[in-house]
């Protein structure tokens, strides 16, 4: 799932043109980013708060299983990064 | 005796120029150029030699070649150039805040109900009844 501050309209438009098929939640306030400590204040237009690129992977029973925090804004997970750390934790799950 | 253009020179400003917008339009949608812009510091790289080739025949053979003047120019403004392209890239984007507050791997994620881009509730707890986990994607947005 993708957590912003976009509005809903903002979200449709950017999953439709991308094709992308997860879910796009809305947070205009900031509230659930704040809460994951993931708030980059003042970075948005007119200084207005945003979230800082982040991933959390979270597994069934709610645990955070993988965090990435990058350095750098032009640098983000990339899916097969995502996609390796889920294969591994399944893999260490079933053994 | 009429001196000859200096067309190392302009091609050194140009290829600056190329190398700037390129990555701003377009190696900037590749993660393997963008991440390290290699392609674009490569670029920076022969534009360089080509403006001090360019300069070397400007000032070592001034009655052959012109661009004494052009060439201080074009390349104080390629050097403008490649150092805003190295503070944006090595400066700004790593401007962001540390997060040491965030929730760790090995601890509970925080509960949360937010809209869909349809405007339907989605609760984290909700969600993880039905799928074997998920993967939460903070992003900066378009606003």
């Known amino acids: 799932m993708a957590i912003s501050v976009d509005s809903n309209e903002e979200s449709r438009k950017l999953s439709a043109s991308q094709g992308y098929t997860f879910p796009f939640l809305s947070d205009a306030k900031a509230e659930v980013i704040r809460q994951y400590g993931v708030l980059h204040a003042h970075a948005g237009e007119n200084g207005r708060d945003i979230a800082r690129p982040a991933e959390f992977l979270v597994d069934a029973t709610g645990t955070i299983r993988w965090v990435n925090l990058t350095d750098d804004v032009r640098v983000r997970a990339r899916p097969e990064n995502a996609l390796r750390v889920i294969d591994e934790l399944t893999l260490a799950s079933a053994r | ?143």
Not at chain 2, 47 to 60: E, I, N
Not at chain 2, 90 to 106: E, M, Q, Y
Request: hydrophobic share 50%.
């Open chain 2, 1 to 143: 005796m009429k001196r000859n253009w200096n067309a190392w020179l302009w091609a050194g400003f140009g290829l600056t120029l190329v190398a700037a917008f390129s990555y701003m339009f377009l190696f900037i949608w590749f993660p393997i150029t963008r991440d390290v812009p290699w392609v674009t510091l490569l670029l920076f790289i022969a534009a360089g030699w080509l403006l001090a080739v360019g300069l070397k025949r400007a000032y070592g053979q001034p009655e052959r070649y012109r661009g004494k003047v052009s060439g201080v120019v074009l390349s104080v403004l390629s050097l403008a150039i490649i150092g805003l392209f190295c503070y944006g890239t090595l400066v700004l984007t790593k401007d962001i805040p540390a997060s040491a507050d965030a929730p760790r791997a090995g601890q509970h994620a925080p509960e949360f109900t937010l809209p869909d881009a349809g405007g339907k509730p989605v609760a984290l707890s909700e969600l993880l009844k039905t799928h074997k986990g998920a993967l939460l994607i903070f992003y900066r947005g378009y606003w």
